[in-house]
């Protein structure tokens, strides 16, 4: 089984939606991280979090909300979708020891209409 | 303002030869940098690190190379092969606060090895 999943690994949805992608981890790692990679831009990182208690932002969060729910599981929220939402979107988890090593989910693809 | 830069987008090598993948810095506080490779319909994984205290690090055939005075870095792959195509990121981090910082990632670059 992979040690970061994330569901769902495409979904399309149209402008106004509310959409929920998840992240879970079975690695034990206490901090957790959500990117979107667009083409010919790299990963930005959206929004991190160290433990359940903490939540941060990252470069690009604005039209995003996270929640961690546990120290395994960080999902990413987009209250109203638009258009230029749509991009690959990846979960990623590391811990004090790994340091800036960090473990990534398969990605979900999401197109917003 | 861009602090991690691959200027090449892609990079066609033939298979055998060696394939030098580039990346330069312009923040001078990061001290640890990584190279992840990217498969289509998957996540990055990690290929190779190196700490700012060194300027090579080896890992069978991929070398990572840094050059502190010019804020560059290089990864190797000797001898590429096409299974090594893939897009890969060069990332970089800072140590403050007691722990690394987050990863600042490049754009890419997309590695084609022609058999």
């Known amino acids: 089984d992979a040690d970061v999943t994330q569901t769902p690994r495409n979904r399309i949805t149209k402008t106004g939606k509310r959409i929920m992608l998840e992240c879970s981890q079975t690695k034990g790692h206490d901090r957790m991280y959500w990117y979107r990679q667009d083409p010919g831009l790299g990963l930005r990182l959206i929004y991190y979090?160290?433990?359940?208690?903490?939540?941060n932002k990252g470069e690009i969060s604005d039209g995003y909300s996270v929640s961690r729910q546990a120290q395994a599981k960080f999902s990413l929220s987009l209250e109203s979708a638009i258009p230029n939402q749509t991009a690959l979107y990846f979960c990623?988890?590391?811990?004090?020891?790994?340091?800036?090593?960090?473990?990534f989910g398969p990605g979900t693809r999401l197109t917003v209409l | 303002d861009q602090q991690v830069k691959q200027n090449s987008p892609s990079l066609s090598v033939q298979e055998g030869r060696i394939s030098i993948l580039n990346c330069d810095y312009t923040n001078s506080m990061f001290d640890y940098f990584l190279w992840y490779k990217k498969y289509p319909a998957e996540g990055p994984t990690f290929l190779i690190s190196i700490s700012s205290i060194k300027d090579k690090n080896e890992d069978g055939r991929f070398t990572v190379f840094l050059n502190k005075s010019a804020k560059h870095l290089s990864l190797h792959i000797v001898p590429s092969q096409p299974g090594d195509s893939a897009v890969y990121f060069c990332?970089?981090?800072?140590?403050?606060?007691?722990?690394?910082?987050?990863?600042?990632f490049g754009k890419g670059t997309k590695l084609s090895v022609k058999p």
């Open positions: 979090s160290f433990d359940v208690k903490d939540i």
């Open positions: 990623a988890t590391s811990d004090f020891k790994s340091g800036s090593k960090q473990y």
């Open positions: 990332a970089a981090s800072a140590f403050y606060g007691g722990s690394q910082g987050n990863l600042i």
